[in-house]
């Protein structure tokens, strides 16, 4: 590589690197009563379009999903892997976007 490419390489390498640190990643959680030591993980993702107006997954239903035991979090998060796979033909506009959700269901305390 020439001292020329790589001056012109700085632009780009500046571009992707700026596009990286301020692309946030967002977590919220949700606590249901005292957070108990024995818990079963699970996570899905769940897929919005149009800047999330419109869903493409049925909402998740933790009492559903935990059968016959209780919810004890859900944690619903974008990370760096659901930016990865987010469709975004331009800036504003993000046609596909899925956040992942981590939720634990525990024996019932009731």
């Not at 640190?21 to 996570?43: I, Y």
């Not at 009492?63 to 859900?74: E, H, L, M, R, S």
Request: glycine residues 2%; aromatic residues 10%; charged residues 15%.
């Amino acid at each position: 590589m020439t001292i020329t490419s790589r001056k012109s390489m700085v632009p780009v390498v500046v571009v992707v690197s700026s596009a990286l640190l301020l692309s946030a990643c967002s977590t919220m959680k949700f606590v249901n009563g005292p957070e108990m030591e024995q818990t079963t993980e699970r996570e899905q993702w769940h897929h919005l379009g149009l800047n999330g107006v419109v869903e493409f997954s049925r909402p998740m239903n933790l009492k559903y999903n935990c059968a016959q035991q209780q919810w004890d979090t859900a944690t619903i998060e974008y990370s760096f892997l659901n930016m990865i796979a987010s469709v975004s033909p331009a800036v504003p506009v993000t046609l596909y976007n899925p956040w992942t959700i981590i939720y634990e269901c525990r024996e019932p305390i009731d």
